[in-house]
């Protein structure tokens, strides 16, 4: 298959779902391009490239249901970035993408209190630009303190194409999570979804607006009080297995913005040694941009997260205080 010759993203013309009717159009805009940042939309917004109905409206202008929205996404911009020797492990590199196991605890991408110490600061040691200046192609984030596998583009035409595949939701991500309390055998989590109306910082499916949200599991091994589940995303929301297993009662181990303390002192000591929400990324499946051939990686348990379900005996008793 041969490369586009130009890589610039296609605009994005649709309606306005009645879901997001009343919000602020730098609000939309992330929801309806993938990958968009609000400050990248307001950039968008201020440069002309979003419309309504033809007009190029205010950034905090109010959205109707039904109304014709075009976006005009601008190229991955050139950066400047300092490579910084940071240890990740590379699961594979070609010209086109590299895969990593991104550790817990390593932030992705740098921002406000983030210069330096993030994935793209390792990125760019491993030569993840490909010699090309283009940004590293952040297609898809993992949480801070979330480990497993991330994919990166190398270059705008193989980010445009991994991030139509993010869209289109045909990218299989599969994590593991422990969990406190009693799950089903299996099943399936399906919302809306929707920012907390009091609390910006955190999202909630206790909503009458939204987004759809669709997470599935099943559970891989159960401890009293506990269980390891296999969890699928059926969509990609920000922090949506967190909240989903959270709201429908199984809080994950560690998780301090949605979880609970563990009533139980052995689960209470692994959340605390963990330090962070039990949640790993572990397989991530894929068809490659250039050649279309279907790819698969896993990225093993790590050592963290295995310890704390070593430390959870099959007598603890489960329950949140």
Known sequence: ????????????????PPALAGERLDRVLPELVPGLTRSQARRLIDLGRATLDGTTPKAGASVRAGQ?????PLPPETFSVEAEDIPVRVLHRDDDLIVVDKPADLVVHPAAGHARGTLVNALAALGAGGGDPARPGIVHRLDKGTSGVMVVARNVTAHARLAEQFA????????????????????RIETLFARHPVDRKRFTSRTTRGRTALTGFRVRE?????????????????????????????PILGDAVYGRTPRDPELRRAAEA?????????????????????????????????????AISAGAVGGTS
């Not at 929301?237 to 959270?246: E, K």
């Open 1 to 16: 298959m041969t490369p586009p010759s130009d890589p610039t993203p296609k605009p994005i013309d649709c309606a306005v």
């Open 68 to 72: 014709r929205l075009r976006v005009e």
């Open 168 to 187: 289109e939701r045909t990218v299989e991500k599969t994590y593991l999570a422990i969990v406190v309390g009693e799950p089903p055998e299996e099943g």
């Open 222 to 250: 159960r401890r009293p009080g506990c269980a390891m589940l296999e969890v699928r995303l059926g969509t990609g929301r920000t922090h949506q297995i967190r909240v989903h297993l959270s709201e429908s009662g199984w």
């Open 274 to 310: 963990l330090g962070r929400p039990a949640l790993h990324a572990w397989r991530l499946a894929f068809a490659h941009p250039r050649t279309g051939e279907r790819m698969a990686f896993d990225a093993d348990v790590p050592a963290d997260f295995e310890r704390a379900w070593g």
